[in-house]
């Protein structure tokens, strides 16, 4: 046998060992790489959604588990924790739910499980109180409370005062409703109550103010809380307030107390200053007039 025939024998040899070694190679089962266990823990979800005020049952929440470390604080593991409490802030299904989203369990199955504490609930039943803003104010806005007070003769007011009483105070509900409809609009003839949180001295000023006077509310961005310096407005102070600072709408003339003013800079009688005077007044869409005084004819 030649040397050629010896080196192909050998280096057939050679490449099917190799192969061989390859093929077993490939076939032999990978090492499966440990997966890193993740610790969880348990916690409470929402089921479905958790309206305010409330009571929470054993078919609206479930346990899950969630990876440890990563619930917020606060949030409840069990289920009995939840049971037959009032909920306090709306929930969301899927959500976890939280021990501040939940009255307290002494507080009992209440409304009244809806107030924080060392606060108090007033009803104002005045009946400009819900109407006054067009059925706008709805459970969980914030408002501003205004009194309206008459004044007698001859005292500083000039016949009448209104103060904003109190600023930015949450309604607790509308009549018995604790949550706003679903077009975030009440009808306001079918509204007769206004159930506000204040302090035990806010209360007190609210129940002599709607004794001695006319409560109305005025609302505000919930988001804006800042107690402004609101100065009281007199009808004294309205009838000193001169021409250009007093609007009055398009064809309709100033009040008397302006003429004078007017007559001084022209130098002649405004005119249709023979018309009477009146004060023209918008309730929502209504409006109307009181007649004033009849000025002087003109020439």
């Known amino acids: ?23 077993l190679r490939s076939n032999r089962p990978r090492e499966v790489r440990a997966q890193p266990v993740i610790e969880t823990e348990p916690v ?7 309206e305010r005020g409330r009571m929470v049952t054993e078919e609206q ?22 049971v037959e409490r009032v909920v306090v802030g709306n929930v969301r299904a899927g959500e976890l739910i939280l021990e501040g989203k939940l009255a307290s369990p002494e507080a009992g199955r209440q409304v009244a499980a809806l107030i924080p504490e060392g606060k108090r609930a007033y009803t104002m039943m005045a009946t400009r109180v819900p109407s006054n803003v067009a059925g706008f104010v709805l459970p969980g806005n914030r408002v501003d409370v205004l009194l309206n007070m008459r004044g007698g003769r001859g005292d500083d007011t000039g016949g009448g005062s209104t103060v904003t009483l109190l600023q ?3 309604v607790l ?19 007769s109550s206004v159930t506000v949180l204040v302090t035990p001295e806010q209360a007190n000023e609210l129940d002599l103010g ?7 509310l005025a609302l505000r961005n919930p988001s804006d809380l800042v107690l402004d310096e609101i100065n009281e407005a007199t009808v004294a102070g309205l009838r000193l307030r001169g021409p250009s600072s007093i609007p009055y709408l398009d064809g309709d003339l100033p ?17 249709g200053s023979h018309r009477r005077a009146s004060i023209v007044t918008m309730r929502g869409t209504q409006r109307g ?3 004033l005084n009849e000025r002087t004819p003109a020439p």
Do not use: Y
């Open 44 to 50: 409470l979800v929402a089921l479905v959604d958790l």
């Open 168 to 170: 930015a105070v949450e």
């Open 61 to 82: 929440v479930e346990i899950h588990e969630w990876p440890e470390g990563f619930a917020p604080d606060g949030t409840l593991r069990t289920v009995e924790c939840a």
């Open 173 to 191: 509900a509308v009549d018995q409703q604790l949550e706003a409809p679903v077009d975030n609009k009440v009808d306001p003839k079918l509204l």
């Open 210 to 216: 709607q004794n001695m006077g006319v409560l109305s």
């Open 289 to 291: 007039e009181i007649p």
């Open 1 to 23: 046998m030649s040397f050629r025939t010896i080196m192909v024998v050998f280096l057939a040899l050679f490449c099917g060992a190799a192969m061989a070694v390859g093929v």
């Open 255 to 271: 009040p008397p107390s302006m003429f004078a003013a007017l007559e001084e800079q022209t130098g002649d009688p405004p005119p």
